[in-house]
């Protein structure tokens, strides 16, 4: 049986904040990429040395971000990557 300390307790409780916090974070940036993307913009993939750099109107999206804007039914690949079937350029599509 596992007993919860005060600190412990207080250690989950940050963790979840600085969670909730990523996560708010995250969903204005979402917002904000697909305004700017409705406006015109593109959502850009660049590949550094081990990791992968995402931006969207000059502003860094974190990874976690780009995947839900580019799983949006309205943002298109433009099919610029090496391989066939991979895009590094997002924009806006209108149906």
């Known amino acids: 049986m ?17 969670q909730r916090q990523r996560e708010e ?9 697909l305004k700017a993307l409705e406006a015109g913009a593109v959502l850009q993939r660049t590949n550094r040395a081990h990791t992968v750099r995402w931006t969207c109107g000059g502003a ?28 590094q350029t997002y924009r806006w599509c209108e149906h």
């Open 60 to 87: 860094a999206l974190s990874p976690e971000a780009a995947v839900l804007v580019v799983n949006n039914p309205r943002v298109v690949g433009v099919g610029d990557g090496l391989f066939p079937g991979f895009s």
């Open 2 to 18: 596992t007993v919860h300390t005060i600190h412990t307790q207080r250690n989950t409780a940050r963790r979840l904040d600085r």
């Open 25 to 33: 974070r995250d969903r204005a940036a979402v917002a904000a990429a």
